[in-house]
């Protein structure tokens, strides 16, 4: 019985026709879905990132100090960006209450320490009356927010407002729930 001869340590794979058109018409598709705003575009260097607005300011660290420019990206969120796209797919009642949900999200979910103490302080507790006052507060906000909304528009308005995902296909039913809360919270 003879072995098969080794190929060459670098040698290229046979190229076969239909997995080469496969590849160009999943990568046409995927430029497609970036350039209609289905899908983000997360390349470095793609369109989406050259895109993002970036603002300029002068800050001054100390009292008397020299002031330092930076700069810093205005859209901190998936809100800002399909807000601040060209086609922008937000109206601005919807961002505003967007971002009022989001930041009940945040202040709802933020946790304490993660790190231990050995100290006898550490069992009386992690944060300040405020903090849990707060938090709280932003629950009852959520709550009530999310009682108003059926579950599928719940689930896109945690999804998008609170964990920063991409809408996709959801982007009707983020609108409706967007414009239920906008009613709701004037």
Known sequence: MTMPAPRAPFSPAPVHAAAVLRAERRARLH???VAAGLKPDMGADGPAALMRPVEQTRVQLAPGARPHTVRRLTDTCELDRLFYRANAALSAEQHAVGLRFRAC???YTRTGRLVQRYSPQAAQGTGTLEETEASVNARHAIDRALALLTPARARVICAVCGLDEHPGTRI????RALDILHEQWR
């Open 31 to 33: 430029a497609r879905d």
């Open 172 to 175: 009707r039913t983020l609108h």
């Open 105 to 107: 999200w945040r202040r």
